[in-house]
Nanobody
């Protein structure tokens, strides 16, 4: 089993920044690809960003490219999401997820992930 605990969400004005953290425990962190997803009210959960096991490769949704940065510290069993230039449309619950699979679709699909955190709310005011 893997436990994932997100933190760092909150209320911020448009144009501001937040840094989300996700602390993992229970299995070898460096063996997992990690992803961030988000879900706005009334919408499906959508892919935001992912990072491979070593941290050597990242991928982003077009809507956040150039504004968000995913990173990981395998020594601390933590993955981060730095969010800059936030927009009201970024408002959502943000979830981190861990995958111990092969990533057939590049770790951009929900079903590629085995474990999920409880989510942290991000609200961007205009």
């Amino acid at each position: 089993q893997v436990q994932l605990v997100e933190s760092g969400g909150g209320l911020v004005q448009a144009g501001g920044s937040l840094r989300l953290s996700c602390a993992a425990s229970g299995r070898t962190f460096s063996s997992s690809a990690m992803g961030w997803f988000r879900q706005a009210p009334g919408k499906d959960r959508e892919f935001v960003a992912r990072i491979t096991r070593s941290g050597g490769s990242t991928r982003y949704a077009d809507s956040v490219k150039g504004r968000f940065t995913i990173s990981r510290d395998n020594a601390k069993n933590t993955v981060y999401l730095q969010m800059n230039s936030l927009k009201p449309e970024d408002t959502a619950v943000y979830y981190c997820a861990a995958s111990y699979g092969s990533g057939l679709y590049g770790y951009t699909r929900r079903y590629e992930y085995d474990y999920w955190g409880q989510g942290t709310q991000v609200t961007v005011s205009s």
